[in-house]
C-alpha cells in the first residue's frame, strides 16, 4: 500500500493553507497585536473553530469513513448511507446554530469568564462569535462532504478547504490596512464577516466536488434508521476522542482569559506548531483512516501491520526534527512572523516561550492521531473517549496548578503533559487488544531518529555560534532569509543524516513514490 504519494500531495496542500495562514496571522498580528481586541477576537474564532474539530473531524471522520467505505463496493447502498448522514447532520447543526446563538452570552461567560471585569471586551466576544459560530454549520458538512471524497481517494479538493479562509481573511486584513482601521472593533467585526464567508465557499466547492463522483446531497427530513442509530453510536464517543487537543486548547481558553494577553500568546503560539501537525498528523490520519478501515474490511492482516507501523514511522520521522527544530529557533520564529507594529519585543519573548512548550508535545501530538485512527478504522470509539476524558481531567488538574505559579505557561505545559499521558494510554491499550504492537525494529528507528534530529541541532548551533552572516538583524527580510537558511540547512544536514543512519532509504523512498 503507497501512502506516501497521496501523503505529499495533502501535505502539500496543508503547506500552501498553512503559508497562507502565517500571511494571516502575520497580518493579524500587523492589524490588532496582543491586546484587548485581539483577545476578544480570538477567542470569538476559537467557538466555531474548537467545536468544528470536536464534532465534525472527531465525530465525523472517525465515525462516517469506515463505515462508508464497507459500502463503498455497493454503490446504491454508499448513496443511501450518505443521503441519511447528510440530512441527519444537516438538521442536527441548524437547530444546534440556532440554539447557540439564542445563548451565545451565556457561552461567552462559560468560555471566557475573566473577560467579564472589562464590558466593552464581553460585549465584542458575543457580537464576533454570533457572526463566527454559523460557520460550524458550514464546515461541518464540508467535512461531511470531504470524508466521501477522502474514502474515494480524491484527497486533493478535499485538503484545499483551508486555504479559502486563509484567502478570504487575507483580502479583509489588506482592506482594513488600505483604510486604516487597526485594532478597532469595525476591523474585527469585518475580518469576522470574511471567515463566516469562506465557509460557504468550501460548501459550494464541496458539492460540487462530490457531484462529479456521483454523490449530490439532497436537503430532506431526516429518519431515523439503522445507519443513524449506528453512527450516533460510534459519533458520541469520538466527539471527546477526536477532539482531546481542543477540548485541552479549549480549558486552557477558560483559565487564559483571567490574564491580559494570554489568550494571544497562546494563540500565536498554538499556530506555529500547528503547521507540522497538520502536514505530519492531520494529514497522515486523513490518508490512513479510509486505507486503514478497507484493510480491515479485508482482514489483510499483513496490510494492517504494515500500513500501521509505516505510517507511525513516517509521522515521527517528521514530527521529530521539526519539534527540536521550532525549540532551538523558537524566538527567531516569532520574531519574523509576528514582531512589528502591534507586536512588541515582550510579546516575542512571551509568545516563543510557549512555543517551546507545544514543541515539545509534538511527537506526543502527532502520535496521537495515529493511535486514534488505529481504534477508530476498528469501530472502537469507546477506548479513546475514555482516556480523552482523562486526559482531559489531568489537563485541567494540571493548569489550574500551575497557572496560579506560572500564567499561560502553566496552561501550555499542562496541554503537552496532557496529550503524553493520552499517547500512553491509547498505546497500552493498543497493544492489550493487538492492534498494534512494538517491534524492536520501531524502537530501533526512533532511537535513530532522536539521534539525527540532536546531530541537526548541534550543527545549527555550531553555525549560530560561529557565522557572522547568519546572525539576526533589525531588517524583517535580512531576518526572513536567515530564518529560511536555518531552516533549509536544518533539513539537508538531517537528511544526511538519516542517510548515514540508514534511516532513509532512497530506493524504497523512490519505490514508494511511484
Avoid at 440530512?87 to 441548524?94: A, D, I, P, T, V
Avoid at 460548501?203 to 454523490?215: N, T
Avoid at 507511525?312 to 526534527?321: C, D, V
Avoid at 507586536?343 to 508535545?361: E, N, W
Amino acid at each position: 500500500m503507497n501512502i506516501i504519494k497521496p501523503l505529499f500531495r495533502v501535505s502539500g496542500m496543508t503547506l500552501i493553507s498553512r503559508l497562507l495562514g502565517f500571511i494571516r496571522d502575520i497580518l493579524i498580528a500587523a492589524t490588532f497585536g496582543a491586546g484587548s481586541i485581539a483577545d476578544a477576537f480570538f477567542i470569538a474564532l476559537k467557538f466555531p473553530n474548537i467545536f468544528r474539530r470536536i464534532m465534525a473531524e472527531g465525530a465525523l471522520n472517525m465515525s462516517f469513513i469506515p463505515m462508508f467505505s464497507k459500502k463503498l463496493p455497493n454503490s446504491k447502498d454508499a448513496n443511501i448511507f450518505f443521503s441519511e448522514i447528510f440530512n441527519f447532520l444537516f438538521w442536527s447543526l441548524l437547530l444546534i446554530v440556532s440554539v447557540f446563538e439564542i445563548l451565545m452570552p451565556a457561552l461567552v461567560f462559560i468560555l471566557a469568564p475573566g473577560f467579564l471585569q472589562d464590558p466593552k471586551k464581553i460585549d465584542l466576544v458575543v457580537d464576533l462569535a454570533r457572526i463566527s459560530f454559523p460557520y460550524l454549520f458550514f464546515i461541518s458538512l464540508v467535512t461531511l462532504l470531504c470524508g466521501v471524497l477522502n474514502s474515494l481517494g480524491k484527497y486533493l479538493l478535499a485538503a484545499s478547504m483551508p486555504i479559502f479562509v486563509n484567502i478570504s481573511m487575507i483580502i479583509a486584513l489588506l482592506h482594513v490596512q488600505t483604510m486604516e482601521m487597526q485594532n478597532t472593533r469595525a476591523a474585527a467585526l469585518l475580518l469576522m464577516v470574511s471567515f463566516l464567508i469562506s465557509g460557504v465557499l468550501q460548501l459550494a466547492l464541496s458539492i460540487y466536488g462530490c457531484k462529479k463522483h456521483g454523490f449530490f446531497p439532497k436537503v430532506k427530513l431526516p429518519k431515523i434508521s439503522d445507519n443513524i442509530k449506528k453512527f450516533m453510536i460510534l459519533s458520541f464517543p469520538a466527539i471527546g476522542a477526536g477532539g482531546i487537543i481542543q477540548i485541552n486548547i479549549l480549558i486552557g481558553s477558560i483559565i487564559a482569559s483571567f490574564e491580559e494577553k494570554a489568550v494571544s500568546y497562546l494563540y500565536y503560539a498554538d499556530r506555529i506548531y500547528q503547521l507540522p501537525l497538520a502536514m505530519i498528523g492531520i494529514s497522515m490520519g486523513i490518508i490512513l483512516l479510509p486505507e486503514l478501515s478497507r484493510e480491515i474490511a479485508q482482514k489483510n492482516s499483513k496490510n494492517i501491520d504494515l500500513i500501521q507501523e509505516k505510517s507511525l514511522e513516517i509521522s515521527l520521522l517528521l514530527a521529530t526534527p521539526a519539534a527540536f527544530g521550532l525549540i532551538f529557533l523558537s524566538q527567531e520564529i516569532i520574531m519574523v512572523l509576528f514582531e512589528r507594529a502591534f507586536f512588541t519585543y515582550t510579546d516575542t519573548i512571551a509568545t516563543s516561550r510557549a512555543l517551546i512548550v507545544f514543541a515539545l508535545g509534538l511527537p506526543a501530538f502527532v502520535s496521537v492521531k495515529i493511535f486514534q485512527v488505529m481504534f477508530f478504522s476498528r469501530e472502537n470509539t469507546r477506548s479513546p473517549m475514555i482516556f480523552a476524558g482523562f486526559t482531559v481531567l489531568a489537563n485541567i488538574f494540571i493548569s489550574l496548578s500551575l497557572f496560579q505559579y506560572l500564567g499561560y505557561l502553566g496552561i501550555a505545559i499542562a496541554t503537552t503533559i496532557s496529550s503524553w499521558i493520552n499517547l500512553i494510554l491509547l498505546y497500552r491499550e493498543s497493544a492489550t487488544k493487538k492492534y498494534f504492537i512494538f517491534n524492536v525494529r520501531l524502537l530501533n528507528r526512533i532511537i535513530k531518529i532522536t539521534i539525527a534530529s540532536t546531530g541537526m541541532i548541534l550543527i545549527l548551533f555550531l553555525i549560530e555560534k560561529n557565522s557572522s552572516i547568519l546572525q539576526f538583524s533589525e531588517g524583517y527580510i535580512v531576518n526572513f532569509l536567515i530564518l529560511l537558511c536555518y531552516v533549509i540547512i536544518g533539513i539537508i544536514f538531517y537528511g544526511i543524516i538519516c542517510k548515514a543512519l540508514k534511516i532513509i532509504e532512497l530506493k524504497s523512498f523512490f519505490r514508494y513514490m511511484r
